[in-house]
């Protein structure tokens, strides 16, 4: 079963978006030039333009044709630049009316090369309270230098280093000798440098390596499993000027580990019943880059504990008390010895009585499948939103680079309106209190941690990928496409690799438009659905039809409206065939019998800054930005116990299993042009499906 087409085809005209929680402005996008503050939602701010294979896009832009015809026709052109696969944004040099845009849309699609022309425009948001401007300080070149660099590092070695003091710990040996000529200078120290991505790019590893140095350990920034390969280069001075010299061979290693907890599905056995399960360990990041067995415990009061080792995913126990009821615990091992006892999951975080929302009657019941999986880290999943704040119960749960820094990216561009002043960087957090911390509050519904603080997400277990796409003044469809293209793993040009690729991407905008899908979004998302990538998305906020709210109404993703704590559409939530599926996103007009702190609303990881960024703290919030994140933590909860699921194959378990609506309910009663999808997300009754694998593999 595909993912159902919605009413919509693709075209080529894009309008505004904006964060999909009520109340939560988001932030923006644009050109090389910013002169966001000027317009208004949904203006035209360039063009998004698709080349065929091969075509040499970069240099089109700057000879004849294209560019030329619309400078003829007086139409401002600006900078451009690539998005991936295949897409371009050619930004206008100012404001131009709908009806230019319109001129230069037509005159750009007969250009040689150009398959496609859509139009990129502006995502208003509420503009920042506080304007900020960053001191910055450009360092000034140094001199020509003229003497010669260092030669080749020589015998680098790599082995992994794990550490009986450290045993859950990645952390590998680095050892080199002295090159072999220095051409008469100083030797000052060394240069290290690391790389994860199978030598595509490299990155300085932190270090005091003076000229005495001749080993290292490096213990942050690795992933257990994941191969490392280093290089080494020697630091000659001559009085002022220091040189970085020749780049010595490539050494790898595997870093290994101890395994991590299985996720036990089977918590109790008896005579009758001996038999115990649990999810296997399979990326090397769980099995601790090792071979690992298991072995199960099974227990009770006053009985001799009865042991099985197995090195598949389940075992029989043999010589259980006949009318005694056994508690099960297991653990994997490798050669480096055990890892931690997997038994009941019990939740203890203080304020999981107020998150009526996973486990009420009309909740997305996902205790049940917690018995199934809590997420496996092997799982990342992607956040294009505003970007992240620190928190102690999202801290541990995000990639993070070897300086303990955010991973991600931030593609938040100048004609957006970026709110740092520099565009496109590499630093994915938030210090823009006018987004109201919308990226901070949907990351914990997904995956905030079972660590005894605050909250739990749906999958507590999977990794965080945060990637910013919209800025506190606004975004634009070319901003959203890149961070799309750099989630999944694509090439963007300009912008290094991600080394950490989503397996499902959340996407808690929704903004109003008169008009489907442009061609660009749609032919990203067909791209992403061809790799095995789910792509969750919100239905909008303004209780009109969900077929004009970007980018839910594009083709293929899950669109997910919202309901309150008694199973209905929430007020606010849009509707109709634009909905796939819906989860609860609160409604504070109809609170029902919500635990009276929270008033119907959704409760979430926060920060408490309200003219500057403050300090982390938790805080209500409701929209279809809220239910969006929970059937993305469901959908990461599919993919840690069937790794190769497709999004069809989710789409098909997650129709198959909703909660149905309340009698009586609008819901249950609209016809389909006003409906609210297939039903309520249901994580127990979803991953019990995926797991009977009647279709994976066929």
């Known amino acids: 079963m595909l993912l159902r087409k919605r009413g919509f ?42 080349f065929k294979q091969g075509f040499n896009a970069n240099g089109w832009f700057g000879a004849l044709n294209g560019q030329q015809a619309l400078t003829t026709a007086g139409i401002p052109v600006g900078s451009q630049r ?23 849309q037509a005159l750009m699609s007969h250009q040689p090369g150009v398959t496609s022309v859509a139009l990129n425009t502006f995502i208003a948001a509420k503009p920042a309270s506080v304007a900020r401007v960053s001191g910055r300080i450009t360092p000034v070149g140094f001199p020509a230098l003229t003497f010669k660099p260092a030669s080749q590092v020589l015998k680098v070695t790599a082995t992994d280093a794990w550490s009986a003091k450290n045993p859950s710990s990645a952390q590998v ?13 100083k030797l000052t120290g060394f240069k290290l440098q690391a790389s994860l991505d199978s030598g595509a790019t490299y990155l300085d590893v932190p270090g005091a390596y003076t000229s005495k140095v001749r080993s290292a350990i490096i213990s942050s920034g690795l992933t257990v499993g994941q191969t490392v390969m280093v290089r080494v280069a020697a630091v000659t001075s001559s009085g002022k000027l220091t040189k970085v010299g020749a780049w010595s061979a490539v050494a790898s290693t595997v870093p290994t580990a101890l395994p991590i907890a299985p996720n036990l599905i089977t918590s109790s056995v008896s005579a009758s019943v001996p038999k115990a ?16 067995t298991y072995t199960a415990v099974a227990t009770a009061a006053n009985q001799s504990d009865v042991t099985c080792t197995s090195a598949t995913t389940s075992c029989s126990f043999v010589g259980l008390v006949a009318g005694v009821n056994y508690q099960v615990k297991v653990r994997a091992e490798n050669k480096h010895g055990a890892g931690p006892w997997a038994s009941g999951f019990k939740i203890t975080d203080p304020l999981y009585s107020l998150q009526w929302y996973l486990n009420s009657t009309e909740g997305i019941n996902v205790e049940g499948a917690w018995a199934k999986t ?80 605050g909250v739990i997400g749906v999958a507590s277990g999977v990794k965080l990928l945060e990637v910013r796409a919209l800025g506190s003044k606004g975004g634009s469809p070319a901003d959203l496409i890149a961070a799309l293209n750099w989630a999944a793993g694509k090439d963007v040009p300009g912008v290094p690799k991600n080394l950490h690729p989503a397996q499902v991407i959340n996407m808690s905008l929704g903004n109003p438009q008169v008009a489907p899908c442009d061609s660009a979004t749609a032919g990203v998302l067909q791209t992403l659905h061809d790799m095995n990538i789910m792509v969750i998305t919100a239905a909008g906020n303004n209780n009109t039809q969900a077929l004009y709210s970007y980018p839910g109404n594009c083709y293929p993703t899950i669109n997910v409206g919202a309901t309150g704590f008694g199973g209905d559409r929430a007020y606010y939530s849009n509707y109709g065939r634009g909905v796939d599926i819906s989860a609860p996103g609160g409604d504070d007009q109809n609170p029902g019998a919500s635990p009276a702190e929270t008033n119907g609303e959704i409760i979430s990881t926060m920060n408490d800054g309200i003219d500057a960024l403050g300090k982390p703290n938790y805080d209500l919030a409701e929209g279809t930005s ?34 149905p609506w309340p009698t009586g309910s609008y819901c249950a009663t609209a016809a389909a042009d006003y409906s609210c999808g297939a039903g309520i997300a249901n994580a127990t009754a979803a991953i019990a499906y995926v797991i009977k694998d009647v279709w994976i593999g066929k």
């Open 82 to 104: 690539a998005l991936g696969l295949g897409w371009h944004v050619l930004n206008f040099r100012g404001a131009v009316t709908s009806a230019v845009a319109a001129q230069a």
């Open 9 to 50: 085809t693709a075209i080529g005209l894009t309008v505004s978006l904006a964060l999909g929680a009520l109340g939560l402005a988001g932030p923006a996008t644009a050109s090389e030039v910013s002169y966001s503050s000027k317009l208004t939602a949904g203006a035209p701010i360039g063009l998004l333009v698709h």
């Open 173 to 185: 040996a680095v050892g080199w000798a002295s090159p072999k000529s220095l051409f008469g200078f």
């Open 277 to 292: 399960s649990w999810t296997g360990l399979q990326s090397a990041q769980e099995t601790g880059g090792l071979p690992v």
């Open 626 to 659: 809220m239910a969006t994140p929970l059937v993305t933590g469901i959908a990461a909860l599919m993919y840690s116990v069937k790794p190769n699921i497709t999004p069809d194959q989710i789409w098909e378990a997650f129709k198959n299993t909703v909660t």
């Open 374 to 453: 809590r997420g496996s880290a092997s799982v990342t999943v992607a956040v294009i939103d505003s970007g992240i704040t620190e928190h102690p119960d999202l801290d541990g749960q995000l990639w993070r680079n070897s300086d303990n820094s955010v991973y991600g990216y931030d593609f938040v561009s100048m004609a957006s309106g970026s709110d740092d002043g520099d565009g496109w960087d590499a630093n994915p957090t938030d210090t823009t209190p006018a987004n109201e911390w919308h990226g901070t509050h949907v990351s914990g519904l997904i995956a905030a941690a079972n660590n005894n603080i």
